[in-house]
């Protein structure tokens, strides 16, 4: 038999209540919302519950408001019920009651990355290494070493040799047969591209070659190239090329589709650079939707590059979008609900709040300090000196009384900064908190400890400084 849960609110969040309830569907619990009697559910105590509450409707537990105020173990021995604080937000609910845990394993995938190191014959040896343990810490499973055409590469062999002996896997990536045989040669795993007049490459190493068509959208020189490495049992990886948009890239799409409805089983790489480098646009959404693509087909590898300053996310991206798709594949859902770090701009649910919620919790504030919201309207600052909303955050200023306080006055400009970011691009804010970007929220590669540590130091040194001002505004 699952438990029955009283849930208190007040008012004004009670249909709110509701709908996060509703949206949890919970298995393990039957619930009941029980509005108290008072307008703000923050401003809720335990006594005013004692007082109010002359039934707990055969409840097994109750939950009460993350900010009603009292004794709860006083409350439970009052009514003989277990009592205990929700979360202080009621977006975090379905966390509080572990639906967290429950969300799908992003652990698993079936997408290898090869990530492209475009301009490898420029670069030293050690930056080819440091080049690769960027591109693994992103999520690259293979390392691209891409040769530039009419470019010697003399330390072709040496970079492979490096790299393996850092514990990668590797990848040459080269028109020149010379290059190719070079690199397997010195321990390259795969070999980007042969094409049906270059198999003969093939049976000169061991490495795995991608497979590739002799023109551009020769899907018949493609099948070819194809049927002749499978007749000798060796292994291979076939890739009808993406093309860019204008160019072609609604027929690759269909090539794609082509070849593996031809060949059920066979290994197919995409390489995504055509679309994400030569479209000015937002890489994550390009991303999500050719890895959706790649989940359907049942597409093996990728093979992504950072050339451009817009595409300098892409593996991270590519490694989160594979992550999603293998869940919702598993699942046999929309790629929804997964996960939200694709959503760099934007947010699911931004506004938790409504205005009329709002002004009824900042009527009740007797105190000085500044409360900062967000919703469609605009921004709202609070005190108990009065409620003032705009979507320009320099038109608040003049109603804030901080022109003698620099401290109080940098606090309230980077809190309605964040806010009204929040605002323009649909965000969720919470005061005191940044604002949260996803995937796309840079981290340095390099010396993750150092970095760890000066986090942490930031986190002080903020800590501190909103300390310090939240004495000035009580002072003043």
């Keep these: 038999m699952s438990e029955h849960i009283l849930f208190l609110t007040g008012k004004l969040a009670e249909q709110s209540l509701n709908n996060v309830l509703e949206d949890m569907q919970p298995t393990e619990f039957t619930y009941r919302v029980h509005q108290i009697g008072i307008n703000v559910a923050a401003l809720m105590s335990t006594d005013l519950v004692a007082r109010r509450l002359n039934d707990t409707f055969s409840a097994d537990r109750i939950v009460l408001p993350g900010h009603c105020r009292g004794n709860i173990d006083a409350l439970a021995k009052q009514l003989d019920v277990p009592v205990e604080r929700g979360p202080k937000e009621l977006k975090d609910l379905p966390q509080y009651f572990g639906q967290e845990a429950t969300r799908p394993d992003l652990s698993h995938y079936n997408v290898q990355i090869f990530a492209e190191i475009v301009d490898a014959p420029d670069l030293s040896v050690e930056n080819i290494v440091k080049w690769a343990e960027h591109y693994r810490h992103e999520g690259a499973d293979v390392i691209d070493l891409g040769c530039l055409p009419l470019t010697p590469f003399p330390h072709l062999a040496e970079a492979i040799q490096a790299l393996k002996e850092a514990g990668f896997t590797v990848s040459v990536d080269s028109l020149d047969t010379d290059n190719l045989i070079r690199g397997a040669h010195a321990g390259a795993d795969y070999l980007l591209s042969l094409t049906e007049e270059t198999l003969a490459v093939a049976d000169e190493v061991d490495s795995t070659p991608v497979l590739i068509p002799t023109q551009s959208g020769d899907l018949d020189s493609l099948y070819r190239a194809i049927d002749a490495m499978a007749n000798r049992g060796q292994r291979f990886i076939a890739d009808p090329v993406l093309d860019p948009i204008h160019a072609g890239f609604t027929d690759s799409i269909v090539r794609y589709h082509s070849l593996r409805q031809r060949y059920p089983e066979i290994e197919i790489m995409m390489g995504t650079g055509n679309l994400t480098e030569l479209t000015h646009a937002d890489t994550a959404g390009n991303t999500a939707l050719l ?186």
């Design 291 to 476: 890895m959706g693509i790649i989940s359907e087909l049942h597409i093996g590898h990728i093979l992504t590059t950072e050339v451009s300053p817009h595409c300098r996310t892409v593996v991270r991206e590519s490694d989160l979008a594979r992550r999603i798709m293998f869940a919702a594949r598993a699942q046999n859902t929309p790629p929804r609900l997964i996960n939200d770090g694709l959503m760099a701009l934007h947010e699911r649910k931004p506004f938790p709040y409504r205005l009329d919620e709002i002004k009824a919790t900042a009527a009740a504030i007797k105190d000085l300090n500044y409360r900062i919201q967000v919703t469609d309207e605009g921004m709202h600052i609070y005190n108990r000196a009065g409620f003032h909303t705009d979507r320009d955050p320099l038109a608040l200023y003049p109603h804030l009384s901080v022109e003698d306080d620099g401290g109080h006055a940098f606090y309230l400009g980077m809190e309605l900064a964040r806010a009204h970011i929040a605002w323009q691009l649909g965000k969720l804010y919470t005061q005191d908190e940044e604002l949260k970007w996803g995937f796309a929220v840079e981290e340095p590669p390099e010396d993750l400890e150092k970095f760890a540590e000066e986090g942490a130091t930031l986190k002080d040194k903020r800590q501190k400084m909103r300390t310090k001002v939240k004495t000035r505004r009580q002072q003043s």
